[in-house]
């Protein structure tokens, strides 16, 4: 089984461009998470959707955007990207909640914005 | 949401339980505990996850006192592959947000 795929792995980016993080999984799971991870520091929620067409909020949403069209995709978008969007961002899903059950992580895309 | 709160790092040598606590002290009636472990460059890995008293599996143990507002997470013999980062995370009935405290680093040495 696949899981969770996010693409790309890694990605440079310079100041202001805009580009989409992929995240696709193939277990039938409503429940889908984008975080992302500081250097040194733990994960914080940008977007989450508990199903196709509902999204909502997390800690730190501004400068992203999400959509939902199925249940397997879950993509992130970054419009205008600045240096302080410089991280690790992770896809989860979960097959059950609330409360929700295990969450099954993405290997993650790291992301450089010069 | 209830906060939880960890420490910020903690040594064991190989061979060592190592007993991680996370304090949640608004934790509601219906919410359960989970623990999650992330080793570098990769994504977090749930390992247990239990409402009240214990709950064992083959990774780990979790003590969770009556009052629930804190919990243990038990890892017996530890190695050097159980170096990681473990987050406690409280998940609730009443919202799907699910909210990563800071995790404790845990080096173990040989």
């Known amino acids: 089984n696949a899981g969770v795929t996010q693409t790309p792995k890694f990605r440079i980016l310079k100041i202001g461009q805009s580009m989409t993080l992929q995240c696709t999984q193939d277990?039938?799971?409503?429940?889908m998470y984008w975080y992302r991870q500081d250097p040194g520091m733990g994960l914080k929620l940008i977007y989450y959707?508990?199903?196709?067409?509902?999204?909502d909020k997390g800690e730190v949403p501004n400068g992203y955007n999400v959509s939902r069209s199925t249940t397997e995709d879950f993509p992130l978008r970054l419009e205008l990207a600045a240096p302080s969007q410089t991280s690790v961002y992770f896809c989860?899903?979960?097959?059950?909640?609330?409360?929700?059950?295990?969450?099954?992580f993405g290997e993650g895309s790291r992301l450089t914005v010069l | 949401l209830a906060k939880t709160t960890q420490p910020i790092s903690m040594d064991s040598y190989e061979g060592q339980e190592v007993n991680i606590t996370c304090s949640h002290n608004?934790?509601?009636?219906?919410?359960?505990i989970t623990w999650y472990q992330q080793f570098p460059s990769q994504g977090p890995r749930f390992i247990i996850q239990?409402?009240?008293t214990k709950v064992t599996n083959e990774v780990a143990s979790l003590f969770i006192p009556a009052d629930r507002k804190s919990s243990t997470l038990s890892l017996p013999r530890v190695s050097l592959s159980d170096t990681a980062v473990y987050y406690c995370?409280?998940?609730?009935?009443?919202?799907?947000?699910?909210?990563f405290g800071t995790g404790t680093r845990l080096q173990v040495f040989p």
């Open positions: 989860a899903s979960s097959g059950t909640g609330p409360p929700a059950g295990e969450l099954f």
């Open positions: 277990m039938n799971h409503n429940y």
């Open positions: 959707s508990v199903g196709a067409g509902i999204t």
């Open positions: 608004n934790i509601a009636t219906n919410d359960y």
């Open positions: 239990g409402y009240k």
């Open positions: 995370l409280v998940v609730s009935y009443n919202t799907d947000k699910l909210i």
